[in-house]
């Protein structure tokens, strides 16, 4: 009995919460919509922000401050705020990133290292930087190990130019105090060795314009052919690829250079924190894409930018960018409004899925919560019935018409839509019927009948 009774008292109280929430489905549904809503924003990534801070060269005529200046043009056409950071190359570069102090640079391939840089990616390489060692008039020609003890022009501190510089040396068995280091690269080297205050300069770069162009010019000074040694450089540091410039690259009505030249480079990359916002990151491949594909001097069209040789991890938007290209959206609108389209899409998707359910049963519910208003007193209605049959003194039948004229009146007093209202006319017409079955006198009829019928058995 005591498991019966508490097996009957859970049923009504799943019953009575069961007909609670459908008869508040209305506000169930729109409180589930707002938490849901509230997921989705919170699940959607933040917009992306409104300013990005790019690392550029201290060099007008230099790659990093031409393609830096390209980046930042897009970028503000795009509807960014771009705030340009003047720096001394590649090592201050990973420096600035990892300090947080910038958002976007350019970082020379054999630079960085993935355990003192962790935190950073790489959004792909975008061009090769030659390496380009000049000599003057009477130096030998015996390589680099030929320039012991001579003034070099090997970049300022926190340069790529001076970092490599000195790779390229420690793989020739020579020592930073081996040489008199210059810290001067570009047009102050091309200075210097015209001059004759250097005897020789190391620049990397992928501009031919500028310092190359003044040395390749000038009689007496001398470009090194890496041709012989490039797969030995290679084997050193593998960072490097060897590239070449052709017979006339320079300029074809003078001849210059008069014959091909093998040069060793690494590549540049453009390098961003971890943290970068996706959209951004989709924003920059693309801005990279349209700066860097076209055909080049040492590269074909389309080969740049690529995911090859990376000294840091690959960001993962990148690659889904360089394997899928850009969304549906961003191809189509502009970059802002895809931005927003995009997050609404995320917060609003939750709220289609539990929305699609409630338009299908909701009705189904509402109807069902309505028809149970007027079903739960026909209990009341068929325990009044049975107690009449079974009752026949007067004061019991009065008892119970006095219990169904109440139950009339609350019924009476129901609320509901027009539509329902059928079903409250079809309960008193089942009431009147009742009551008819209690009318005075008529049970001693019905007695009267029973002794009647037993009499002629």
Do not use: K
């Not at 506000?27 to 550029?56: N, Q």
């Amino acid at each position: 009995m005591p498991a019966r009774r508490s097996r009957r008292i859970v049923g009504i109280a799943m019953q009575r919460l069961l007909a609670w929430t459908v008869r508040h489905w209305v506000l169930s549904a729109i409180t589930l919509l707002i938490g849901c809503a509230a997921l989705g924003y919170a699940l959607a990534a933040p917009p992306p922000p409104r300013e990005i801070r790019i690392a550029t060269g201290t060099q007008a005529d230099s790659a990093y401050t031409q393609a830096a200046e390209a980046y930042a043009a897009r970028l503000e056409a795009t509807g960014f705020r771009v705030r340009r950071v003047p720096t001394q190359g590649s090592v201050e570069n990973l420096d600035l990133l990892r300090a947080g102090r910038v958002d976007v640079a350019l970082v020379q391939g054999g630079i960085a290292d993935r355990a003192r840089d962790a935190g950073l990616e790489s959004l792909g390489a975008v061009f090769h930087e030659p390496v380009w060692v000049f000599r003057g008039a009477g130096q030998d020609a015996g390589g680099l190990a030929a320039l012991r003890g001579r003034r070099i022009a090997v970049g300022p501190e926190g340069s790529g130019t001076r970092a490599l510089a000195f790779a390229l040396m420690a793989a020739n068995d020579l020592r930073p105090d081996d040489v008199e280091a210059l810290p001067v690269t570009g047009t102050a080297a091309a200075e210097a060795m015209l001059a004759g205050t250097a005897d020789a300069a190391i620049l990397v770069t992928a501009r031919l314009a500028g310092a190359v162009a003044t040395l390749m010019t000038r009689p007496g000074i001398v470009l090194d052919d890496f041709a012989g040694l490039a797969d030995a450089y290679e084997a050193r540091l593998p960072f490097l690829t060897t590239v070449r410039m052709p017979e006339g690259g320079l300029s074809l009505a003078d001849n210059r250079p008069p014959r091909p030249v093998a040069l060793v480079a690494p590549v540049a990359s453009v390098v961003v924190p971890e943290d970068t916002h996706p959209q951004v990151v989709s924003l920059l491949v693309g801005i990279m894409q349209e700066v860097h594909r076209p055909r080049t001097l040492f590269s074909a069209e389309g080969v740049f930018p690529n995911t090859l040789a990376q000294d840091l991890p690959m960001n993962a938007d990148a690659e889904r960018y360089y394997a899928r290209g850009r969304t549906v959206l961003q191809a189509w609108l502009p970059f802002w409004v895809a931005v927003t389209v995009e997050r609404l899409l995320v917060i609003l998707l939750p709220v289609v899925g539990i929305a699609l359910p409630l338009i299908r049963f909701g009705p189904v519910l509402y109807t069902w919560q309505m028809e149970t208003r007027v079903w739960r007193h026909y209990e009341t209605l068929r325990r009044i019935e049975a107690q009449a049959e079974a009752t026949r003194d007067d004061a019991g039948r009065s008892a119970l018409r006095d219990r169904l004229e109440a139950l009339e009146g609350r019924v009476a007093r129901l609320s509901l839509p027009v539509t329902y209202r059928r079903h409250v006319f079809a309960l008193r017409r089942d009431i009147a019927y009742v009551r008819a079955q209690l009318a005075p006198g008529r049970h001693q009829a019905v007695a009267q009948f029973d002794d009647a019928s037993e009499a002629a058995a």
